[in-house]
DNA sequence: ATAATATATGAACAGTTGCTCATATATTCA
DNA sequence: TGAATATATGAGCAACTGTTCATATATTAT
């Protein structure tokens, strides 16, 4: 398969999103349904910052949305892609 | 869906495997079949060094395996779980 | 208005990454 | 044996990443 040197920049990119465990942890909280900033702290024992830095990325890489209610944000799961590319790789990661 | 912290460690390990744009490139040629290093330098004109390192991060990730042939070796992708988070990945890249 | 709460953001810093360059190892050929 | 070829590896370095800390913005409550 001829990749051209964009999608091949806009592929790696899509995994970079999912390249660190903070952003995994983050998914895989926010496949259960959507989560406020601060929940997602709570339950990853994270500072909030830290989380709204990284969901800043998710974001931005259009794996995330941000629902905004009151002062609370709240973040769900953009596409189901995402959730696929999830299970599928930790389909590999258990078994494979 | 709750992930034990080890597990969220080896995906992330699993895709940052994928994080690079040269490493997607060398994935999208051996879904194509098995190539040796040169002709993996030559074809994404990456010098050989490059490409090697590249390979030796993806060998320990069991993304490839490598098989010697004389002085050359062939790599290909090691299963079919890395050919289909690249191809549900370009996916979401082309359309979502 | 002021204070309190929830989130976002910028700077700074340590740790990591991917390359180049030099060198090492392994295999083939003369 | 010695030279040539194919790949691997280590050091070193510039660029990038993820966190903390301090501060900013936005919303609600008093």
């Known amino acids: 398969m001829k ?3 964009l999608k091949a920049i806009k592929l790696s990119e899509l995994f970079s999103a999912l390249s660190d ?3 995994v942890r983050i998914i895989s909280l926010l496949i259960e349904g959507e989560m406020s900033v601060s929940a997602l ?3 990853l ?6 989380v ?3 969901l800043r990325g998710l974001r931005q ?3 995330v949305r941000a629902r905004k209610s009151g002062r609370q944000v ?3 799961l ?4 995402v959730a696929r590319l999830f299970t599928l790789g930790l389909d590999h990661v258990q078994h494979g």
């Open 74 to 76: 709240f973040y769900s």
């Open 45 to 50: 024992k994270m500072s909030e910052s830290a």
């Open 3 to 5: 990749l051209t040197e």
């Open 52 to 54: 709204s830095h990284q």
């Open 21 to 23: 465990a903070s952003r």
């Open 61 to 63: 890489m259009h794996l």
């Open 41 to 43: 702290a709570d339950g």
């Open 78 to 81: 953009d596409d189901d892609h």
